[in-house]
């Protein structure tokens, strides 16, 4: 079946210009992830959806960061007034509930640079 | 609160030898432990997880897992690497009482010597 897909897949932005990255989970997943992966460095967790639920944004680094997830499916991570360390690549996941237990299955990520 | 250590962030091996790769887990709760692959410019990958029920956890590509509670450990093992195994290996914790909130380690680079 399908798995989770991003678009853009690469992304070259001047500074200071907003971007929106799409996230498509899989198809009946409730819960959502955004994350982003510097180079050499793990993975930074971004922001959470699950179901109607009010979304965990406690790891959004700055206001400059937004997302929105519309209809339970498609999700939008929103950067305004770009900067040269929001470099990075943006990975998507999404799993079937909140239960600790469900494994979360990755997007192939949109590599953003920012010149 | 959950956080994860991966102890060696670079790891090399010859192919045909075993393979070890290190993590430390601190949870308040019950975790559930994941072992993700990431090859060069894919995406990622899950290896293998042990959510409480056996200890020794076996996943694709003849990888496995133990859970060791008493030594906050959840080391990846396989016999014998193969040059396909290389790639960037990350440990995962998530527990209850943070919803599926997953926590990375920093990753650990595996690189298999012909």
């Known amino acids: 079946g399908a798995g989770v897909s991003q678009s853009p897949s690469n992304k070259v932005t001047e500074k200071g210009k907003d971007v929106e990255l799409r996230c498509d989970p899989i198809s009946g997943h409730t819960a959502l992830y955004w994350y982003r992966q510097s180079l050499g460095q793990g993975l930074e967790f971004l922001i959470y959806?699950?179901?109607?639920?009010?979304?965990?944004k406690s790891g959004l680094p700055s206001d400059r960061f937004s997302a929105e997830r519309t209809g339970g499916s498609v999700s939008t991570l929103t950067i305004q007034r770009t900067q040269q360390e929001d470099s990075a690549v943006y990975l998507c996941a999404s799993s079937l509930g909140p239960d600790s237990t469900y494994e979360q299955y990755f997007g192939p990520g949109t590599r953003l640079t920012v010149t | 609160a959950q956080s994860v250590t991966q102890l060696d962030s670079h790891v090399s091996v010859s192919e045909g030898t075993p393979v070890l790769l290190r993590c430390n887990y601190s949870s308040s709760y019950s975790p559930s432990l994941f072992w993700y692959v990431q090859h060069p410019n894919k995406g990622l990958q899950l290896l293998l997880k042990y959510t409480s029920a056996a200890t020794l956890v076996k996943g694709i590509n003849g990888f496995e897992a133990e859970f060791k509670k008493s030594e906050t450990s959840f080391h990846l093992t396989k016999p014998s690497a193969h040059m396909s195994d290389a790639a960037e290996y990350f440990c995962v914790v998530s527990a209850a009482n943070t919803g599926n909130q997953f926590y990375f380690g920093t990753g650990t680079s595996l690189t298999v010597i012909p």
């Open positions: 959806f699950q179901g109607n639920s009010a979304p965990d």
